[in-house]
């Protein structure tokens, strides 16, 4: 099946580089990168198990998320979150580049893992990994999480399905996504994994967390956008 690559290219101060390449399935978007042979014990299902999570160790031994993270929390072991860095991301589309930190670049790389990776709580942004955003600013992913989340109701509409027009649905989404973050990083936190990687995860979550209170406030924010379409 053809596959869509991304790539992210962490540059230090020192000239090294960390460089982590993503395959996804381009029909589900589901990320398809090799997994190591040798998983730690910090990714078994069970393990900080998310408390809303629909999956069971009989089905799947291991947590999605975690088997996905090894790679990028081994890669980083003993860099500090706040080392300034260079990133470029290169998608088929463009090439993505921003001096930033290191927290911020891997929690990029975290939410695009986070939703590629098959965790059925994250599935639901996973639309938007085809048009990946790097180090998106507030006001860039309410932006596109609301229009992807309007997309789906259009699609249900079209298929007689009662739409979703006032976003509880999306609300309730990352609602779920907190806990799952929540859990997550307990599990590092427990594992004694990187600095660096528990950080971005804390990062990551702060969007989330603004996200289920303030989705109204936030959408009146950009509505100025449109007032060509909405001014009488």
């Known amino acids: 099946m053809p596959r869509i690559p991304i ?5 230090f101060g020192d000239g090294s580089q960390e460089i982590i390449n993503l395959k996804l399935d381009a029909q589900t978007l589901e990320l398809k990168n090799d ?9 078994a299902l069970g393990f900080h198990q ?3 999570c629909p999956i069971t160790t009989d089905t799947h031994p291991r947590c999605p998320l975690a088997v996905h993270l090894v790679n ?18 290169v998608t088929p ?7 930033t930190t290191l927290q911020s670049a891997i929690s990029s790389l975290m939410g695009l893992i986070s939703a590629t990776c098959g965790c059925p709580l994250t599935a639901p942004l996973r639309p938007m990994a085809r048009f990946h955003l790097p180090l998106a600013s507030n006001e860039e992913t ?3 999480v609301a229009s992807m989340y309007l997309m789906v109701q259009y ?23 907190q806990v799952v973050n929540n859990s997550f990083m307990q599990r590092l936190r427990d594992a004694s994994q990187t600095e660096s990687t528990v950080d971005a995860m804390v990062l ?13 406030d936030s959408l009146e924010s950009i509505a100025y956008l449109f007032d060509d379409f909405t001014q009488e």
């Open 155 to 177: 699609f249900l509409r079209k298929k007689g399905k009662v739409p979703d027009q006032e976003l509880g649905g999306l609300i309730e989404i990352y609602k779920d996504i």
């Open 35 to 43: 997994l190591p042979e040798d998983l730690p014990a910090w990714t």
């Open 72 to 89: 990028t929390v081994n890669r980083f072991r003993g860099k500090l979150s706040y080392h300034e860095i260079h990133l470029n991301v």
């Open 93 to 99: 589309e463009r090439i993505f580049s921003k001096p």
């Open 142 to 144: 309410i932006y596109r």
């Open 50 to 52: 998310c408390p809303n």
């Open 204 to 216: 990551l979550d702060s969007y989330a967390q603004i996200m289920p209170e303030q989705i109204e």
């Open 7 to 11: 790539r992210y290219c962490f540059t």
